[in-house]
Nanobody
Framework: QVQLVESGGGLVQAGGSLRLSCAASGRIFRVNDMGWYRQAPGKQRELVATITSGGSTNYADSVKGRFTISRDNAKNTVYLQMNSLKPEDTAVYYC??????????????WGQGTQVTVSS
C-alpha cells in the first residue's frame, strides 16, 4: 500500500559526501516520522537519524555534525546528506517511514536498502 524507494548510494572515498533520497508513494493518507537506518556486515541494524513531520530531528552520536536529515512533506520524501564520510559508515542504508495508508492502516514501512561504501 505504501512503497519506499531509495536512491543515492554508491562508492566514495573517505572524507567525501553522498546524498540519499527516499520517496514514499502509493495509497498514502499521511506520513509521520521518517528516518534512516543502516546495517553493516555482521552487525545489527542501527538508527542513523529520524525526522518528524514537523521537522524535529534526532541523530546517532556517531553521525552528529556530519550527517543532516531533511524532508519535503509535499513530496513525501526524506533526504540524508552525508559529509566527511568514514570507512565505518560503510553499510546498507534503509529508509523507514511511519505512515498511514488510505485504508487507515498505520504501520512502519521499509525501503529496499541502498549500499554506501566508503573507501580508505
Amino acid at each position: 500500500q505504501v512503497q519506499l524507494v531509495e536512491s543515492g548510494g554508491g562508492l566514495v572515498q573517505a572524507g567525501g559526501s553522498l546524498r540519499l533520497s527516499c520517496a514514499a508513494s502509493g495509497r498514502i493518507f499521511r506520513v509521520n516520522d521518517m528516518g534512516w537506518y543502516r546495517q553493516a556486515p555482521g552487525k545489527q541494524r542501527e538508527l542513523v537519524a529520524t525526522i518528524t513531520s514537523g521537522g524535529s530531528t534526532n541523530y546517532a552520536d556517531s553521525v552528529k555534525g556530519r550527517f543532516t536529515i531533511s524532508r519535503d512533506n509535499a513530496k513525501n520524501t526524506v533526504y540524508l546528506q552525508m559529509n566527511s564520510l568514514k570507512p565505518e559508515d560503510t553499510a546498507v542504508y534503509y529508509c523507514n517511514a511511519d505512515a498511514m495508508a488510505i485504508t487507515a492502516i498505520r504501520r512502519a514501512y521499509w525501503g529496499q536498502g541502498t549500499q554506501v561504501t566508503v573507501s580508505s
